[in-house]
C-alpha cells in the first residue's frame, strides 16, 4: 500500500510536487522527517559554508588538480549498501544513513518481527537482540548493522511450527497470560531472552531489572514474571505446569471461571504495604499446587483451590508460610 512506503526510499510511488522536496511530497510532518529536515538544514549549512571557502580558494592562484577525478561513489551520499542478518537469514539492502533497523525490517523487507510503540527509546516494544544484546530496533540505525552482526527477533526464537515448536518463553507468554494487547510482548519475550541467556536462574528482582526498559500499558506486569519464571524453570530442564493442568480432573474449567474449585476470602493480619506487594504474594501463591485463582488488595486475599489438592487449613498454612498469616 502506498501509505506504508517510506519517505527515505527512491522507489516509493508517492506523487511529488515540481519543485518540492521529493523526500518529503504530500506527508504530514512526523518527529522523524523533523529530525531528518533539521539534520538537512545543518547540512546545508556546511555546504553553503563549504561554498563559500570553496570561492575564496577560487579566487587565490590556480593549483595543479589530480590528474584523475575521483571515482563516483556507488551508491547516494545518504545511503549505504548493507547485508543484514536476521533470524540466521542475509538481506541485501541499500538504506538511508538515518535509517532505524525498524524501518528497514517493516518498510524494506516487510518483517513484523518487532512492534513499535513510541518510536523514541521509552517503551520496549520493540526490543530486538543484536549479537545478544537487547536494543531498541526504533533507535538503532540499520547502517551500523551491516558488518556481520547478528540480529534476532520473536521469530528467529521458536524452533519450528505450531505450538510445540514455541520457545519455551513464548509458550510461557501464551499459556500464563502474559498480554493483553499484545503490543509491548514481542519486545518482553526478547528482554527475557536476552536475560536467560546470561542467567538460567534469575531472581525476581534480577528479572525486573532485566525488563526495567519494557512497559506493558495493560498492566500485565505480575503474570509476565511469572511468564519468565516458568519459562527460565521449564529451560533448565524442570518440569513445568501452568494454570489448567494445576487443576484436577475433578475440577473443570468453563468460560474461564473453576468449576468445582473452593473459594474463599481472608483478611490479613497485617495489611500489605502496597498492591505491588500483593502482586508479588499472588505469584508466590499461583505456583502453589492446588492453588487455581489469587486475587485480592492490601487487606484481603481471595483464594480458589482444588479441593481433592487442598482444605482451608493447608490454604491458611500456605499464607502463613508466605509471610502473611490471616485472620481466623
Ligand atoms: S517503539 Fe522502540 S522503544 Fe518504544
Ligand atoms: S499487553 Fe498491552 S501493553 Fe502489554
Redesign the pocket.
Known amino acids: 500500500m502506498a501509505e506504508d512506503k517510506h519517505p527515505l526510499h527512491p522507489e516509493s510511488s508517492e506523487p511529488i510536487e515540481e519543485g518540492s522536496d521529493p523526500s518529503h511530497a504530500s506527508r504530514p510532518l512526523t518527529r522523524r522527517d523533523f529530525l531528518i529536515r533539521s539534520n538537512a538544514g545543518a547540512v546545508a549549512v556546511g555546504v553553503a559554508t563549504g561554498a563559500g571557502f570553496a570561492a575564496g580558494l577560487a579566487q587565490r592562484p590556480a593549483q595543479a588538480s589530480p590528474a584523475t577525478p575521483p571515482a563516483a561513489p556507488a551508491v547516494p551520499a545518504m545511503m549505504r549498501r548493507v547485508t543484514l542478518d536476521i533470524d540466521g537469514r542475509k538481506y541485501e539492502v541499500t538504506v538511508d544513513v538515518r535509517e532505524s533497523l525498524w524501518e528497514t525490517m517493516n518498510y524494506q523487507l516487510g518483517l513484523s518481527n518487532c512492534n513499535l510503540g513510541c518510536d523514541r527509546a521509552q517503551c520496549g516494544a520493540c526490543t530486538i537482540l543484536v549479537d545478544g544484546r537487547a536494543v531498541n530496533g526504533c533507535t538503532v540505525l540499520t547502517a551500523r548493522h551491516g558488518r556481520g552482526q547478528e540480529i534476532l527477533t520473536v521469530a528467529g526464537i521458536a524452533s519450528g511450527p505450531g505450538p510445540q515448536g514455541l520457545h519455551p518463553l513464548q509458550r510461557a507468554f501464551w499459556l500464563e497470560g502474559g498480554?493483553?494487547?499484545?503490543?509491548?510482548?514481542r519486545g518482553f519475550v526478547m528482554s527475557a531472552y536476552a536475560l536467560l541467556q546470561a542467567n538460567k536462574n534469575p531472581t525476581n528482582d534480577e528479572i525486573k531489572d532485566a525488563l526495567a526498559g519494557n512497559?506493558?500499558?495493560?498492566g500485565?506486569y505480575p503474570k509476565i514474571l511469572s511468564a519468565v519464571k516458568k519459562a527460565a524453570a521449564e529451560m533448565r530442564g524442570e518440569r513445568v505446569s501452568y494454570s489448567a493442568p494445576l487443576v484436577s480432573d475433578d475440577v473443570r474449567t468453563s468460560g474461564g471461571r473453576v468449576e468445582g474449585a473452593v473459594s474463599r476470602q481472608f483478611e490479613f493480619v497485617t495489611a500489605l504495604g502496597t498492591i505491588e506487594q500483593f502482586d508479588e504474594l499472588s505469584l508466590e501463591l499461583k505456583q502453589r499446587p492446588g492453588i487455581v485463582e489469587v486475587s485480592g488488595s492490601e487487606r484481603t486475599v481471595t483464594i480458589s483451590w482444588d479441593p481433592a489438592r487442598l482444605d482451608e487449613a493447608r490454604v491458611r498454612q500456605i499464607l502463613a508460610e508466605s509471610g502473611h498469616p490471616v485472620k481466623p
Open positions: 498480554f493483553q494487547c499484545g503490543i509491548c510482548t512497559i506493558c500499558r495493560c500485565e
